[in-house]
């Protein structure tokens, strides 16, 4: 499957991630439950270590 923008699958799961650790913080927030805050600042570090990983992996493949 061809992504559109030329966006990786690793980094549009990254960025999938991100999304959903921001609606946790929508949902803590509306209702009233700190542990979706932690719940979503993991997602948003797991999606973050992946659109860094599929980065670099882009340009290893890249400069060869």
Known sequence: MKLPYNISA?????????AGGLSFF???TIGEQAAFYAVGVVFIVIGLAHVKRARASAADSGSK
Request: hydrophobic residues 65%; charged residues 0%; glycine residues 16%.
């Open 10 to 18: 690793g980094t549009l799961s990254g960025i999938l991630f991100v």
């Open 26 to 28: 929508v949902a803590a």
